[in-house]
T-cell receptor, first 111, second 114 residues
Framework: AQSVSQHNHHVILSEAASLELGCNYS??????LFWYVQYPGQHLQLLLK??????LVKGIKGFEAEFIKSKFSFNLRKPSVQWSDTAEYFC?????????FGAGTILRVKS | EAQVTQNPRYLITVTGKKLTVTCSQN?????MSWYRQDPGLGLRQIYY???????DKGDVPEGYKVSRKEKRNFPLILESPSPNQTSLYFC?????????????FGPGTRLTVT
């Protein structure tokens, strides 16, 4: 069965700090990978996605993620976080008929 | 505006009282699904539908029913709610099934069962 593991449940950073959120997945076939973000009180929005090609994908708001097939990882990065990045972040991997989500990482950025 | 809508947004009910949470999308999407979100567990799929009259169980279907009589609507039915169904529920839709398509999420329904 497919599964997604996110390394940290809570992360606290100061503004301008760099961010890296870990995501590992287990899935035997070709993968499509996603990062979703949920701002406080809002619904999930797509940050970025990887289907094929360049393993370094860029998303909205300065986020990027790198797909490393040999490590089954899809870590999310941002060079300099802002207070407005405070949110919960979910990594997800495709399955035949559904997305399988990780447990989420709550990011709090201190101003 | 392309969107997924859910109603109600907040609901407090008592054990055993049947309820329905509606979900509607205006993007002509074939695939729709329901998730519940619980702290530390992420989102787990309850049911999904690949098209009209085609529904199937997700990971946590117990205690829930769905129907897909029209392409745009996918209501979630709790015939006899219990406190362990207190959760945040999201409806989602996408052009097709599987992970090749971005899923669009509704605003969520926060359900409390006492």
């Amino acid at each position: 069965a497919q599964s997604v593991s996110q390394h940290n449940h809570h992360v606290i950073l100061s503004e301008a700090a760099s961010l890296e959120l870990g995501c590992n997945y287990s899935y035997g076939g070709t993968v499509n990978l996603f990062w979703y973000v949920q701002y406080p009180g809002q619904h999930l929005q797509l940050l970025l996605k990887y289907f094929s090609g360049d393993p370094l994908v860029k998303g909205i708001k300065g986020f990027e993620a790198e797909f490393i097939k040999s490590k089954f990882s899809f870590n999310l990065r941002k060079p300099s976080v802002q207070w407005s990045d405070t949110a919960e972040y979910f990594c997800a991997v495709n399955a035949v008929s559904k997305l399988v989500f990780g447990a989420g990482t709550i990011l709090r950025v201190k101003s | 505006e392309a969107q997924v809508t859910q109603n109600p947004r907040y609901l407090i009910t008592v054990t055993g009282k049947k309820l329905t949470v509606t979900c509607s999308q205006n993007m002509n999407h074939e695939y729709m699904s329901w998730y519940r979100q619980d702290p530390g567990l992420g989102l787990r799929q309850i049911y999904y539908s690949m098209n009209v009259e085609v529904t199937d169980k997700g990971d946590v279907p117990e205690g829930y029913k769905v129907s897909r009589k029209e392409k745009r609507n996918f209501p979630l039915i709790l015939e006899s709610p219990s406190p362990n169904q207190t959760s945040l529920y999201f409806c989602a839709s996408s052009l097709g099934s599987g992970g090749a398509y971005e899923q669009y999420f509704g605003p969520g329904t926060r359900l409390t069962v006492t």
